[in-house]
């Protein structure tokens, strides 16, 4: 079992930037491929980026490429992703997410997620 804590979330002004971090319990980070997706209100929840598991591989959404970049730190069993430029319409919750096999994406089912932190942008 992987326990996922996310944290870095919190208000921004329209153009600002935020970085959130995902911990994970387990030395076996490194196993798992990883992902954010995110949720606002009355919506369904979207992939926002995924990350293999040496960190070489990266994906992301069309609504958040260029703005948005995934990292991970395998020694520190964390993940970031680094948010700029931020928008209203970025506002969600944002979730951690891991997978055992294969890779994190939109049609992907994570086998692992966190509980979410808050993301609000003001115009």
């Known amino acids: 079992q992987v326990r996922l804590v996310e944290s870095g979330g919190g208000l921004v002004q329209t153009g600002g930037s935020l970085r959130l971090s995902c911990v994970a319990n387990?030395?076996?980070?490194?196993?798992?491929?990883m992902g954010w997706f995110r949720q606002a209100p009355g919506k369904e929840r979207e992939f926002v980026a995924g990350?293999?598991?040496?960190?070489?591989?990266?994906s992301y959404g069309d609504l958040v490429k260029g703005r948005f970049t995934i990292s991970r730190d395998n020694a520190k069993n964390t993940m970031y992703l680094q948010m700029s430029s931020l928008k209203p319409e970025d506002t969600a919750v944002y979730y951690c997410?891991?997978?055992?096999?294969?890779?994190?994406?939109?049609?992907?089912?994570?086998?692992?997620w966190g509980q979410g932190t808050q993301v609000t942008v003001s115009s």
């Open positions: 990350i293999n598991r040496s960190g070489g591989i990266t």
């Open positions: 997410a891991a997978r055992t096999l294969g890779l994190i994406s939109p049609t992907s089912t994570p086998d692992y």
């Open positions: 387990r030395d076996t980070f490194s196993m798992y491929a």
